[in-house]
């Protein structure tokens, strides 16, 4: 007996449906609020949001493999296939989750080449092995299209004159936005490797690394939970005449206070940086114990020379300023901002050693040091 329309319509319909709903969450983020990653029998479906402050933008991009048709998907989603082979990055943060999942070699082309610390990129950028597509704001948007890259990946400031990421989005080409800088947790920022590893199809190695580094973490902040003596710190330097403190509930924050600290602006509420005076930091810090990542300061005579007031901090009068700049190299790169972007749990070891020294005796700084 042959089904009647309405029993074919039904089950063609409930087939539908099915096919167009997620498997399941694939991935879980503990920490990390602003990206999700979806399932469905046809492609993987990633959602990015928050990339800069005051965004409402919200970033979908389908991975779909490179022999695979393209299945009906929202309006606006970026087309990411797979496997990604060429990889062109925007800024150095991604540096040090590529080198972590084992993947440099996909790099086909960077920008800002003397912010880059990493030895093998820079050698092969001597070599010409990789293409330099941009430096500062001029970007070379030819240049990125003639090497047909898979994936580019890239952050956004919220300030138009800087970011690059909507010419080559006008290009047509497969643009991946971060905001894990905007995430308000150290080990939210370091899980966003779990993004990184579904685009690049490390995830497994991705979650593998990740549970290191949150272990690490959780350890070390737990041999300093309970002490009962906690420095006070406060941390920046004034730039064009405004010093921009972390928020009491911001990246910085949090870490000070898993290291072991009390931060100065403990009390305030914001995620962001709070422009503010020289005059009103010292109010707030003068007394403070530890100062730490003053500028591009390294060395006391450079920090009190810039402006004498500076000395006037107690914490600069017992020279107990810590700059995290011991791995900068001649043209400025700084593997804080490359390995130690994931490797939450190293900061924290470093952080830990300035305020704690006699529970990290047997540790050395990995990105600090002691300004002399």
Same mark, same amino acid.
Request: net charge negative.
């Given at each position: 007996?042959?089904? +009647?329309?309405?029993? #074919?319509? &039904?089950?063609?319909?409930?087939? !539908? =449906? @099915?096919?167009?709903?997620?498997?399941? $969450?694939?991935?879980?983020?503990?920490?990390?609020?602003?990206?999700?990653?979806?399932?469905?029998?046809?492609?993987?479906?990633?959602?990015?949001?928050?990339?800069?402050?005051?965004?409402?933008?919200?970033?979908?991009?389908?991975?779909?493999?490179?022999?695979?048709?393209?299945?009906?998907?929202?309006?606006?989603?970026?087309?990411?296939?797979?496997?990604?082979?060429?990889?062109?990055?925007?800024?150095?943060?991604?540096?040090?989750?590529?080198?972590?999942?084992?993947?440099?070699?996909?790099?086909?082309?960077?920008?800002?080449?003397?912010?880059?610390?990493?030895?093998?990129?820079?050698?092969?950028?001597?070599?010409?092995?990789?293409?330099?597509?941009?430096?500062?704001?001029?970007? +070379?948007?030819?240049? #990125?299209? &003639?090497?047909?890259?898979?994936? !580019? =990946? @890239?952050?956004?400031?919220?300030?138009? $004159?800087?970011?690059?990421?909507?010419?080559?989005?006008?290009?047509?080409?497969?643009?991946?936005?971060?905001?894990?800088?905007?995430?308000?947790?150290?080990?939210?920022?370091?899980?966003?490797?779990?993004?990184?590893?579904?685009?690049?199809?490390?995830?497994?190695?991705?979650?593998?690394?990740?549970?290191?580094?949150?272990?690490?973490?959780?350890?070390?902040?737990?041999?300093?939970?309970?002490?009962?003596?906690?420095?006070?710190?406060?941390?920046?330097?004034?730039?064009?005449?405004?010093?921009?403190?972390?928020?009491?509930?911001?990246?910085?924050?949090?870490?000070?206070?898993?290291?072991?600290?009390?931060?100065?602006?403990?009390?305030?509420?914001?995620?962001?940086?709070?422009?503010?005076?020289?005059?009103?930091?010292?109010?707030?810090?003068?007394?403070?114990?530890?100062?730490?990542?003053?500028?591009?300061?390294?060395?006391?005579?450079?920090?009190?020379?810039?402006?004498?007031?500076?000395?006037?901090?107690?914490?600069?009068?017992?020279?107990?300023?810590?700059?995290?700049?011991?791995?900068?190299?001649?043209?400025?790169?700084?593997?804080?901002?490359?390995?130690?972007?994931?490797?939450?749990?190293?900061?924290?070891?470093?952080?830990?050693?300035?305020?704690?020294?006699?529970?990290?005796?047997?540790?050395?700084?990995?990105?600090?040091?002691?300004?002399?």
């Amino acid at each position: 007996m042959l089904p +009647n329309f309405h029993t #074919v319509h &039904l089950a063609l319909l409930c087939a !539908i =449906l @099915a096919w167009a709903q997620p498997l399941v $969450a694939s991935t879980e983020f503990g920490h990390a609020e602003n990206v999700q990653i979806e399932d469905y029998p046809t492609h993987r479906l990633i959602s990015v949001k928050n990339i800069h402050r005051g965004s409402g933008e919200r970033f979908q991009y389908a991975l779909i493999p490179k022999d695979q048709a393209v299945p009906n998907l929202p309006k606006g989603t970026t087309i990411v296939r797979t496997p990604v082979e060429r990889v062109v990055i925007m800024t150095t943060t991604f540096i040090g989750f590529m080198d972590a999942l084992d993947t440099l070699d996909r790099l086909v082309g960077v920008s800002d080449k003397d912010l880059i610390s990493h030895p093998v990129i820079r050698k092969r950028m001597e070599t010409k092995d990789l293409t330099v597509v941009s430096n500062g704001q001029n970007l +070379n948007v030819e240049d #990125v299209i &003639l090497l047909q890259p898979d994936l !580019i =990946l @890239a952050t956004s400031s919220g300030e138009s $004159a800087f970011d690059v990421h909507p010419q080559l989005q006008r290009a047509g080409l497969p643009v991946a936005m971060s905001s894990a800088w905007m995430e308000q947790h150290p080990l939210a920022r370091a899980e966003w490797i779990k993004y990184i590893g579904a685009l690049l199809g490390k995830e497994k190695l991705a979650h593998r690394v990740f549970e290191e580094i949150a272990g690490n973490y959780e350890r070390l902040k737990g041999l300093v939970a309970e002490l009962p003596d906690k420095p006070t710190v406060f941390c920046g330097a004034p730039y064009a005449g405004t010093w921009y403190v972390p928020g009491g509930k911001s990246y910085m924050a949090t870490a000070i206070h898993d290291a072991g600290g009390t931060y100065a602006w403990s009390d305030d509420a914001t995620t962001g940086g709070i422009p503010l005076d020289l005059e009103r930091v010292f109010v707030r810090s003068a007394d403070a114990d530890i100062w730490i990542n003053p500028s591009w300061y390294r060395s006391m005579d450079q920090l009190v020379s810039a402006d004498r007031r500076f000395g006037k901090f107690k914490a600069a009068e017992n020279k107990n300023v810590f700059n995290n700049s011991s791995q900068i190299t001649e043209s400025g790169g700084n593997n804080f901002w490359e390995r130690g972007t994931v490797r939450a749990d190293e900061v924290l070891s470093d952080l830990i050693k300035i305020f704690h020294p006699e529970v990290m005796a047997d540790t050395s700084f990995q990105y600090y040091e002691h300004l002399k």
